[in-house]
């Protein structure tokens, strides 16, 4: 599986951005995706998850009614849709892929929100 990332940059704290992520290859293993993160410092943590079949999804505490995870089966891709950004939000996101075996990860994509 191979995951590419995009949609990162620059923004003002209040303001919005949306990842994208997509997986190629064997997608049929995939068990859910996610998105995580890790700012400099700082170990990576989870954002939010998607499990592949009933769309369950699973948010950090720290990003709640602000961002929303989707996914679209038909082009093997998930979202972040990331609302009123802070400053505290800046990191490198990364895309997750889980299988019953492995983790796949993406490259990163670096989120930077000025206050």
């Known amino acids: 599986v191979q995951l590419v990332e995009s949609g990162g940059g620059l923004v003002q704290a209040g303001g919005s951005l949306r990842l994208s992520c997509a997986a190629s290859?064997?997608?049929?293993?995939?068990?859910?995706m996610g998105w995580y993160r890790q700012a400099p410092g700082k170990q990576r943590e989870l954002v939010a998850t998607?499990?592949?079949?009933?769309?369950?999804?699973n948010y950090a505490d720290s990003v709640k009614g602000r961002f929303t995870i989707s996914r679209d089966n038909a082009k093997n891709t998930i979202a972040l849709q990331m609302n009123s950004l802070k400053p505290e939000d800046t990191a490198v996101y990364y895309c997750?892929?889980?299988?019953?075996?492995?983790?796949?990860w993406g490259q990163g994509t670096q989120v930077t929100v000025s206050s």
């Open positions: 997750r892929a889980r299988t019953s075996v492995v983790n796949y």
């Open positions: 998607i499990t592949s079949g009933g769309g369950t999804t």
């Open positions: 290859g064997s997608t049929f293993s995939i068990l859910y």
